[in-house]
């Protein structure tokens, strides 16, 4: 019940701002690409996602290669991952996003699609955001997130299955995707 009313308040809050609420599924929410493109996420229906708040000054930075791993291992078998960048914590995403993009591909290798930065806690949380959260609140039902590379898998049908912790390796999450993307 709270966690419909949290909803609910949230997009109340984006409405009196003027930004869209409506929302049918996850595959609704509007988000911008890190080249400055606005889209949703339809393009990923169908597909296992796992969505992570990223960046490129965190300790936990180094999972990028994990994730990437993930990606190639996976992506053909129908995983994708998606990156937004977040300057929240102790300002560990200070660059532009085409700095970010650069970074990203010259010392990872990532080919998996990321996003422009968003806020994932606050007043100015992102919505989708808001609604993984409230979907899958973390240790003792508390909905903010504690850090960078906070994940979250959704199933092919747009349900947000699990979330895990920063310290949780991406290596880590391969038993729950192989099992989400035989369903």
């Known amino acids: 019940m709270f966690k419909k009313f949290f ?4 997009m109340l809050t984006f409405a009196a701002a003027g930004k869209e609420t409506t929302m049918q599924s996850i595959y609704d929410f509007k988000v911008k690409t890190i080249e400055g493109e606005e889209t949703t996420l339809a393009p990923y ?13 965190c300790g936990y930075t180094p999972q990028y290669d994990g994730l990437q791993a993930l990606y190639e291992k996976y992506q053909e078998k129908g995983l994708v991952i998606l990156g937004f960048p977040c300057n929240q914590f102790t300002n560990q995403e200070p660059g532009t996003e085409e700095e970010i993009e650069n970074f ?17 806690n606050g007043e100015n949380t992102h919505l989708l955001y808001a609604y ?23 199933d092919k049908q747009g ?3 699990a979330r895990f912790g920063s310290s ?4 880590e999450l391969e038993e729950e995707i192989e099992k ?4």
């Open 180 to 183: 989400l993307l035989k369903q």
């Open 7 to 10: 909803i609910l308040l949230m």
């Open 45 to 57: 229906r169908g597909k296992v996602m796992l969505i992570v708040n990223v960046a490129s000054k």
């Open 132 to 154: 993984l959260k409230s979907e899958q609140p973390g240790i003792l039902g508390t909905e903010a997130i504690k850090w960078n590379f906070t994940k979250f898998l959704v």
């Open 159 to 161: 349900n947000v299955i």
């Open 104 to 120: 990203c591909r010259v010392n990872f290798g990532v080919t998996f699609p990321m996003f422009s930065k968003i806020e994932v």
């Open 168 to 171: 949780t390796k991406p290596k």
